[in-house]
């Protein structure tokens, strides 16, 4: 089978297109012929070595696909069955991967291939985040850094349906309509800040009564992180839960205290849908709003699996708006 593999921890150049042996499912993992890959940046981490990984590994850890044999301890799935999944090992970009079964979530006919695929990592992602580490209301402002982006998208349309009032930042031009489409308030174009540290609190403290947000949706991560901070209100509560433009240095749990008794949680998708009763109640969720309209998905771009590495470099240089796919 024709698969994506990173040779060695590095740039985009260390995907290689081989042809592997097909997989075997172990006794509690389905095999799936995957349709289509989400790209994360989780695939980016594992590919540089950011987060450790044996080499040489097939990248990916998302898609959608139609089960084609199951480990003899499945009860629950059949061959035929097509299914999503998300999970903390890779092998998605390839035309057989293997998935633990209590990770594959059945898909309903209403969703397409490309809209299921894209809702699975980052909408269960913009969920959590939104139900369960900072639980949304009517009357809180949340910011929500790189608004246009895959998580970004999903998060803004989440909080705004649960009533919050979404200030969004954003690279661009083109990403500040998309965040205003999504339903942000106020967009602020980040990159244009010489200071962002200094300016960002001082345009969000302008945009909330001078009293700050009560929640920082944060991916961005090293660039943000001092920016976030200072831009909650009085006991508001830090999500950081990525490091797009690196990771976040150690922290004096003192400038908590000096912020305003705030509050500051690093959550995982992975600690979220652990559980199968609680992925599948995320999941049952997020497609049900995709099916109502509740959230649209937006697929910024499709490429084929042999251009993975294209797809690597357009997401690590901010050039992508939504969700990427690979195709196979
Ligand atoms: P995005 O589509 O959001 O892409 C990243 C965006 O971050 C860029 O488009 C860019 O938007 C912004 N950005 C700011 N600075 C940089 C930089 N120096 N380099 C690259 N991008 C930058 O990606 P995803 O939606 O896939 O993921 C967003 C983040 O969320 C990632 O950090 C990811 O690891 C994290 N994540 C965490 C999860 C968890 O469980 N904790 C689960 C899923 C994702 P702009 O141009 O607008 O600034």
New binding site residues.
């Given amino acids: 089978m024709r698969a994506i593999q990173a040779t060695a921890p590095g740039g985009a150049d260390v995907l290689e297109l081989v042809d592997l042996p097909e997989p075997v499912p172990a006794a509690d993992e389905v095999l799936v012929r995957v349709r289509r890959a989400g ?4 695939d ?2 594992r590919r540089s070595g950011t987060y450790p990984m044996p080499f040489p590994h097939v990248v990916g850890s998302e898609g959608v696909g139609t089960v084609e044999a199951l480990g003899h301890e499945v009860t629950h799935l059949a061959v035929g069955d097509r299914v999503v999944w998300t999970s903390s090992t890779s092998g998605s970009y390839a035309e057989l991967a293997t998935v633990r079964a209590k990770d594959a979530v059945p898909v309903p006919d209403v969703l397409d291939d490309d809209r299921a695929a894209a809702v699975i ?2 909408g ?2 913009a969920h ?2 939104t139900t369960s580490t900072f639980p949304v209301a009517p009357g809180h402002d949340v910011l929500v ?10 998060l803004t349309q989440l909080a705004t349906a649960r009533g919050a009032r979404v200030i969004g ?4 031009p083109e ?1 500040e309509e998309l ?1 205003h489409a999504a339903g942000a308030d106020d967009v602020i174009r ?2 244009e800040l010489t200071d962002l540290t200094a300016q960002l609190p001082v345009l969000v403290r302008a945009l909330t009564h001078g009293r700050g947000v009560h929640a920082v949706y944060d ?6 992180f001092d920016a976030s901070l200072a831009s909650l209100a009085r006991r508001g509560t830090l999500v950081l ?6 990771p976040v240095p150690p922290v004096d749990p003192q400038r908590l205290n000096a912020g305003g008794s705030l509050f500051l949680t ?7 849908v652990d559980d199968p009763a609680e992925l599948a109640w995320r999941a049952r969720e997020i497609f049900a709003a995709v099916a109502d309209g509740t959230l649209d998905v937006r697929i ?1 771009a499709t490429y084929p699996l042999a251009d993975a590495a294209d797809a690597h470099r357009a ?10 796919l690979l195709t196979l």
Avoid at 266 to 272: A, E, K, N, S
């Fill in positions: 790209v994360n940046f989780i980016t981490y990592l980052q269960l992602t959590f985040l850094h790189a608004a246009a982006g895959g998580v970004g998208l999903l930042t954003v690279g661009s990403k965040a980040y990159r991916s961005v991560g090293k660039d943000t839960f990525g490091g797009s433009s690196g690093r959550p995982t998708l992975g600690h979220h910024g997401l690590e240089s901010r050039a992508t708006t939504g969700k990427v």
